[in-house]
């Protein structure tokens, strides 16, 4: 009994899991053909018809009348056929949801989906091209009235002044006549209702009137440039040729005559373009050929800049040349007096005779070049460039000339300085030794002695060397070198055995005063007096500050500073 109210309980429970599920899918069911029965509305009243009706204000025949029919009957079979039979299928689909038959219910809801969407591609695709063949009409209709203007004034423009025009005026009235029977096309395509043909010939129009404006408005110059300015340039440079080359310029390098005749074959080519209205060839090729005249008439301006350059330098040049020669004389002369006082080396020796052998170039090139004057054969610029080497090669012999000068007169210079920096040590030596014997040390260690007399001959050497004849500079330099690191070693030692003396014996009397009371200082004390007798001030400072530092710590600093008040106070 008791299984058996389970299995009622149960039932009753599925029973309303069910009835609960099918009411949910129930609903959404509903809810979908409700959003599908709202596509369908929303695709009836958008506005085809409004649209078509703007049609029927334009010609209705060719074209347009054609387009129109086509878009009526695909609108009527949309209103009478198409979506009588979505609402067939929105009906079933209601059906079937009555009847929890959800899975026809699911198929006929996607069937409906792809037939609203075609519906809204067709609708899209007609008022597109209804929104094309009216906006045609009406911007065909706005810029024509553009274009016509444009093309009445560009007939106007070459009426009245046909001779700037020149030979392109018959290639500009043919264009004019292309466009109007273009503009005649575009008419009678538009009363024939073919608009959308009619925007193609309006938008070719428009780059015609454009391309034709551009090229009225530019061929006048042009002409002007291609039959007068070019010409005239080109004659003033063929007459500045002639004019030259009677002035004795040669020119045959710049092959002038070869580059006028090209100059003409291209104003042949481009008054051809030009008949033929076409202005893009002939601007870029009148730029070229302008550039061209004008490095023409550079190339000839440089000649004359380098004539008057090489009569007006070739002259300096030469007195540059002769200059350096009287200069070398003195160099070779100079040289032989100095050898006899100074040891001069084998590269310097030579010296005079590389001058010489420059020089001797120097003047085979500067009398070739005179002869290439004379001659008159060679042009300007090849004469004024090579004028121009030979000036740089003078100035560095000039500069290689005074260096040497210079060199030689240092020799006794440095002479006089190193007699000077050897008094200078002498003056050292003489301080060390007043030095240690104002000290009053006992004695100096052997180490300092053999120092001293290494200095004292070193600085014998640097004498012996200056008193040789001829006089070598770089080893008597040498021997000063020496010497005087030496003689600076020798002052700086000298002063640490005096310094490390005094404080050593200070160091040793401060500690007397513990003598008694510490045998251990006592006896480090005695090393320390050993070693101070024995001229090792070092180590018996070391001993002695060991020493005294063990019983008195910071003793060594306080002596330091006495020592040091007594030396500002002296």
Not at 254 to 282: C, G, M, P, R, S
Not at 503 to 520: K, M
């Amino acid at each position: 009994m008791k299984y058996g109210v389970e299995i009622v309980i149960a039932a009753i429970v599925i029973i309303l899991i069910l009835f609960v599920v099918g009411y949910i899918m129930r609903k959404k069911y509903y809810q979908e053909v409700d959003q599908l029965e709202k596509r369908k509305l929303e695709l009836m009243n958008r506005p085809v018809v409004e649209e078509m009706a703007k049609v029927k204000q334009l010609n209705m025949t060719g074209q347009t009348e054609e387009m129109f029919e086509r878009w009526r009957q695909t609108w009527d079979d949309i209103i009478a056929v198409q979506l009588p039979n979505i609402d067939e299928m929105l009906f079933y689909a209601e059906e079937y949801t009555d009847k929890y038959r959800f899975k026809q219910a699911k198929e006929t809801h996607e069937r409906i989906e792809d037939m609203l969407t075609k519906i809204n591609d067709q609708i899209d695709l007609l008022l597109k091209e209804l929104t094309e063949l009216v906006g045609s009409e009406e911007k065909n209709r706005i810029e024509i009235e553009g274009i016509l203007e444009q093309y009445r004034k560009t007939k106007k423009t070459l009426l009245a002044h046909r001779h700037t025009y020149g030979l392109a005026a018959d290639r500009l009235e043919q264009l004019q006549d292309t466009i109007g029977e273009k503009l005649a096309n575009y008419k009678e395509l538009t009363k024939d209702g073919n608009y959308l043909q009619a925007r193609e010939v309006v938008l070719s129009l428009s780059i015609d009137m454009e391309q034709l404006a551009s090229k009225m408005e530019k061929i006048p110059d042009l002409l002007t440039e291609c039959q007068t300015m070019i010409p005239a340039q080109k004659n003033e440079l063929a007459d500045g040729y002639r004019e030259m080359s009677k002035q004795g310029f040669v020119l045959e390098h710049l092959q002038i005559d070869k580059q006028l005749k090209q100059l003409e074959k291209e104003l042949e080519t481009y008054k051809q373009f030009l008949k033929d209205a076409e202005v893009e060839e002939v601007e870029s090729g009148m730029y070229e050929t302008k550039e061209k005249i004008e490095v023409l008439y550079d190339l000839l301006e440089k000649e004359v800049y380098a004539k008057h350059y090489v009569f007006q330098e070739s002259e300096k040049a030469g007195f540059i040349l002769d200059q350096l020669k009287d200069v070398n004389a003195e160099i070779e002369a100079e040289t032989n007096i100095v050898q006899t006082s100074y040891q001069l080396f084998d590269n310097e020796l030579e010296m005079p005779k590389s001058f010489e052998k420059s020089l001797s170039q120097l003047t085979s090139r500067y009398e070739l070049l005179k002869a290439k004057i004379t001659e008159e054969t060679t042009a300007f610029t090849l004469l004024s460039e090579e004028l121009k080497v030979i000036e740089e090669q003078l100035k560095v012999l000039q500069m290689e000339q005074n260096e040497f000068i210079e060199r030689l007169q240092n020799l006794r210079k440095d002479e006089l300085e190193v007699r000077e920096k050897l008094a200078g040590l002498q003056r050292k030596i003489n301080e060390i030794i007043r030095l240690v014997q104002k000290s009053r040390m006992p004695g100096l260690p052997g180490d300092f002695e053999s120092l001293y007399d290494q200095a004292e001959e070193q600085i014998e050497d640097v004498y012996k060397s200056l008193n040789e004849k001829p006089l070598n500079m770089k080893s008597v330099q040498k021997y000063l070198y020496d010497a005087t690191d030496t003689v600076e070693h020798l002052y700086t030692r000298t002063e640490e055995h005096i310094e490390n003396a005094t404080l050593a014996e200070r160091v040793i009397q401060y500690g007397n005063r513990y003598r008694v009371q510490d045998p251990q200082l006592r006896a480090n004390l005695e090393q320390a007096e050993q070693a101070f007798r024995n001229y090792e001030y070092k180590a018996a400072l070391e001993q002695a500050a060991t020493a005294v530092e063990a019983v008195e710590p910071g003793a060594l600093q306080r002596i330091e500073e006495m020592l040091n008040e007594e030396l500002i106070n002296h």
